[in-house]
Nanobody, 128 residues
């Protein structure tokens, strides 16, 4: 398993921005997917975004609810994946988790079971 350490959550007003970070040593993996999920109180954990990497390509996937507002990217030098969240709305309030799988993720209905390792979660609260 890969150890994932998240940071960057907090309280922000609607319309504001936050950047989450997930530190993960992935240098031994040429193909992998890093994902972000979130879980609001009383709701199931849902997919937010993913960064897919292989020896020949890398790209991103987003849930429709965050497309155009959130951006996932990776800083290889820092072994960190970021989730930049802009134009936040109260409905974005949740515990955010990063996740890892040592394989390319096929786009479609993305589930928790698609990932092998998880971070501890970080709280994001958006006030109205």
């Amino acid at each position: 398993q890969v150890q994932l350490v998240e940071s960057g959550g907090g309280l922000v007003q609607a319309g504001g921005s936050l950047r989450l970070a997930c530190a993960a040593s992935l240098r031994t993996f040429s193909t992998y997917t890093m994902g972000w999920f979130r879980q609001a109180p009383g709701k199931e954990r849902e997919f937010v975004a993913a960064y897919r990497n292989s020896w020949s390509a890398s790209n991103t996937l987003y849930a429709d609810s965050v497309k155009g507002r959130f951006t996932i990217d990776r800083d290889n030098a820092k072994d960190t994946v970021y989730l930049q969240m802009n134009s936040l709305i109260p409905e974005d309030t949740a515990v955010y988790y990063c996740a890892f799988r040592p394989r390319w993720l096929v786009a479609g209905h993305i589930r928790e079971s698609d990932f092998d390792s998880w971070g501890q979660g970080t709280q994001v609260t958006v006030s109205s």
